[in-house]
């Protein structure tokens, strides 16, 4: 709970914090880093709107989310976010940027 309480820190006061860190919880997470062109943007489009019942057929979150807030993925929102995000879950030594 703590890991996933701290990742979610920004939402702490928000009404769904505590069954958000709770769903996060309840089962395993898989953490992955995509690098690439506007992998941000991209990855986006594969997970569909936040709202399963407004993503397009074939996202993630239309295929396997359950509500909005068990919605199956979390992706950031930008390449901000991304790096800070990394950043919580990896050192700079474990992460191996492809070469150019």
Sequence with gaps: DEKAGGFYAEHK?????KDLVGFMT????????????????????LMGATNPKEAEAG???AD????IDANAVHGSDSTES???ELAYFFSDEELCPRAS
């Design 13 to 17: 006061e928000r009404p769904f914090f």
């Design 82 to 84: 991304a790096a800070r």
């Design 59 to 61: 996202t993630i979150r």
């Design 64 to 67: 396997f989310a359950e509500t």
């Design 26 to 45: 309840s089962g395993p997470v898989v953490v992955q880093v995509l690098e690439g062109e506007d992998a941000v943007a991209k990855n986006r489009d």
